[in-house]
């Protein structure tokens, strides 16, 4: 049985994720104690302790963090328990985590150790009834699915990718979100890993095809790096991430919020 906590905590992430108003999501990619940060999930550089940017993007006002184990799924590695206890004593907003969750017991250790959700993406693609083992015992506003996803040479569908993108799979995206969905799943993050770091603008495509598939929550990933890409971004989005342009002090949070009010999105007080 689930302790109170978890319980507790369920609770409150079911009130959090019906909250639709625009969520801004400090997205920090993990190695060992260390965000890191590429292009395309690739060529990965440090920059700091993760813990001491989550705390400053939690001063300045963000809704959510995500931490993102990135070696984890590929080297069997623990999660990154040290850090996140850390941060929970310190950092009071929600924080998603993922990385190596394979199993439901992987999963009660991130929730033991302060995680507000998890997220899953490789073990899900490989073994998607483990999605149905998560929901079952966390609910689903604690499951998010994580999607890397490349469009095909063709420009006609898109993949889906694995391992911190690494990876093509045999699955097509409108299929995968649809089945995830089916089993459970109470949000998708989606990944344009082309987009990824460049600061060149999100994947606006991508945004209007995930949103005419699912009616779930979904924050889009991947690509902002000016106040003037908030422009394009629908109304349906629940929210984006930010990594980069945070990461190397282009862009406040306070000014992204400012610029989500002027476009009519609720968005939440600092």
Do not use: C
């Not at 889906?160 to 109470?186: F, H, Q």
Request: glycine share 8%; net charge negative.
């Amino acid at each position: 049985p689930l302790s109170f906590m978890l319980i507790l905590q369920k609770l409150l992430w079911e009130i959090y994720w019906y909250n639709f108003t625009m969520r801004i999501v400090s997205r920090l990619d993990i190695k060992n104690d260390y965000l890191i940060k590429g292009l395309a999930l690739e060529g990965l550089r440090k920059l700091g302790n993760a813990k001491d940017f989550a705390k400053k993007y939690y001063q300045f006002g963000i809704d959510e963090i995500i931490y993102i184990d990135t070696v984890a799924s590929l080297y069997s590695r623990e999660g990154i328990f040290k850090i996140l206890m850390e941060t929970v004593q310190e950092v009071f907003v929600p924080i998603t985590v993922g990385g190596g969750i394979r199993t439901v017991n992987d999963a009660y250790k991130y929730f033991d150790h302060g995680a507000d959700k998890i997220f899953i993406n490789t073990a899900a693609v490989e073994n998607p009834e483990i999605i149905d083992k998560l929901v079952n015992k966390f609910g689903s506003a604690n499951i998010t699915l994580s999607v890397e996803t490349i469009k095909d040479q063709e420009g006609e569908t898109w993949g889906v990718y694995t391992s911190n993108g690494r990876d093509k799979s045999n699955k097509e995206l409108s299929e995968w979100i649809l089945e995830a969905t089916e089993r459970g799943v109470g949000e998708i993050f989606i990944t344009s890993v082309n987009f990824d770091g460049f600061q060149q603008g999100f994947d606006y495509e991508l945004m209007s095809h995930i949103l005419s598939i699912s009616n779930l929550p979904v924050v889009l990933s991947g690509g902002f790096g000016q106040i003037k890409h908030l422009e394009n971004l629908s109304q349906k989005l629940s929210g984006i991430a930010v990594g980069s342009s945070l990461h190397y002090g282009k862009i406040e949070i306070l000014e992204i919020k400012d610029k989500l009010k002027s476009m009519n999105f609720e968005v939440r007080n600092e």
